[in-house]
């Protein structure tokens, strides 16, 4: 793709040899001599540069207030100048804007080549960040949580309030599978901070070791294996938001870090001397009551107060089964895109079983059916027969030495993983002990898995 080199200078003779070298060498070259030509042509969108090679002083003014100036018209270009006269105050000053460099004429051809082709290299980087952003701006609009039923309206209309609002932490709850990182997303992308960083972590995923040095980032020696610098999620995401999935399960004085960093808005690396200043924007979302759990001392008080500046429960789909009219179709669409499949017709048993159906696993459960249904329909009639939808707890069966559980995708892995630990409790007499020895684990594991679905064992 051809990309515009916008140069203003008002020397003609340098100007045409500058067009002249970098049209050889492949650039669209725009050559203005006022600064008020070139705004002309920026506000009006006739010219869109990728970089704008500019002389310091011209007839009509600076160039740097011009770059000040012009900043909500230009995205995703990087600007070069040149100078005469270069002094400190304006190299800095040129920094500060975020000028890619600053160069004194006469500046050596070659010289300019390579810098031109750096920063051509880092506008073209910081676009396809700003396109991206876009993106997911259009694609996660509040809109994008579907449903008229009261309940979804009732999230929409606080999605739409929050995406207005630049606040510094939210909690989201809800069962397993309702869409928590959907949520984020939304809250992210609808926001200020969109063309800004989202990091995601899953809290529950990672050992408590790597959590930290994930979350934090380490120095070269921090432990064993610390081979070198790693700059950690939260300073990946200076600027944007942080989605922590599952934090109900962050040990406790991970907790304590986290609630430092949140109020002196620093992190320091393992292995570090000095904090760096971070300015994060946290989601945090579990299926876990936080509340209760700060109540009985499994979750800081203080952490979860400090994160529960607002808050958004999600409700089941068992909740707003009339939300399936519109879920339905919208996911059929997208497994007939995917597949090039063209599922249209959708008989009434099929509606009939779909509502009456508990849906466990809520709305991650629901597609995974609807997929299974459209990649293996033969026409374009949606096949009742790839539904599968019995009752989870009917379709479960146990014996004394195995258990018996559907593998048709109408249980969630959730509550397949919670069936198992709760009969293995019950055989063993609720002895953590030695129902981790018939599952093959280890103690911690299952009373991990324990706290993780609230179950209670001696």
């Not at 979804?152 to 510094?168: D, E, G, M, N």
């Not at 989202?198 to 081979?227: D, K, V, Y």
């Not at 989601?283 to 800081?300: H, P, V």
């Not at 995917?338 to 959708?346: D, F, L, Y």
């Amino acid at each position: 793709m051809i990309q515009t080199l916008l140069i203003i200078e008002d020397e003609k003779l340098l100007g045409s040899e500058l067009s002249r070298h970098y049209k050889q060498l492949g650039w669209e070259v725009v050559v203005v001599p006022t600064l008020k030509e070139a705004r002309e042509q920026l506000i009006s969108k006739t010219v869109e540069p990728l970089l704008i090679l500019s002389d310091m002083n011209l007839s009509d003014g600076n160039a740097l207030d011009f770059m000040e100036s012009m900043k909500n018209y230009v995205s995703g270009t990087e600007w070069l100048f040149l100078t005469g006269f270069g002094n400190v105050p304006d190299s800095v000053r040129a920094l500060r804007l975020g000028a890619y460099d600053f160069l004194e004429k006469p500046c050596d051809l070659d010289r300019l080549d390579l810098v031109i082709a750096s920063a051509s290299r880092s506008a073209v980087m910081s676009r396809r960040v700003i396109e991206q952003s876009l993106q997911g701006h259009r694609r996660y609009s509040p809109d994008a949580f579907v449903g008229h039923s009261e309940k979804a309206q009732a999230v929409r209309q606080l999605l739409h309030k929050l995406t207005q609002v630049p606040f510094s932490a939210l909690i989201i709850g809800g069962e397993t599978g309702t869409g928590k990182g959907l949520i984020a997303r939304i809250l992210h992308y609808g926001g200020s901070r969109a063309t800004q960083p989202m990091i995601e972590i899953n809290c529950a995923a990672l050992p408590r070791e790597l959590l930290e040095s994930e979350l934090f980032g380490h120095e070269a020696g921090a432990f064993t294996s610390a081979t070198g610098r790693h700059r950690g999620l939260l300073e990946q995401a200076d600027g944007g938001t942080l989605f922590m999935d599952e934090i109900g399960e962050m040990p406790l004085d991970l907790q304590a870090k986290l609630l430092k960093m949140i109020e002196d808005h620093k992190v320091r690396r393992l292995g570090g001397e000095k904090e760096i200043a971070v300015d994060v924007q946290i989601i945090a979302a579990s299926n876990r009551d936080l509340e209760a759990m700060s109540k009985e001392g499994n979750f800081r008080a203080d952490l979860y107060h400090r994160l529960n500046v607002f808050r958004v429960n999600l409700p089941s789909l068992h909740e707003m089964v009339e939300d399936l009219d519109e879920l339905v179709p919208l996911f059929v669409a997208e497994y007939n895109a995917k597949a090039g499949q063209q599922v249209k017709q959708i008989s009434v048993d099929v509606w009939q079983k779909l509502k009456n159906h508990e849906w466990r696993g809520n709305v991650r459960e629901l597609r995974n059916v609807i997929e299974r249904c459209v990649l293996f329909a033969e026409g374009t009639e949606f096949p009742v027969e790839w539904l599968q939808l019995g009752n989870p707890v009917e379709r479960t069966s146990v014996d004394n030495t195995h258990i018996r559980l559907p593998l048709d995708g109408s249980m969630a892995l959730d509550d397949m993983d919670k069936f198992i630990i709760q009969t293995a409790l019950e055989r063993a007499g609720n002895n953590l002990a030695a129902a981790a020895r018939d599952l093959g684990t280890t103690r911690e594991t299952l009373r991990y898995r324990v706290r993780k679905y609230q179950l209670f064992s001696s």
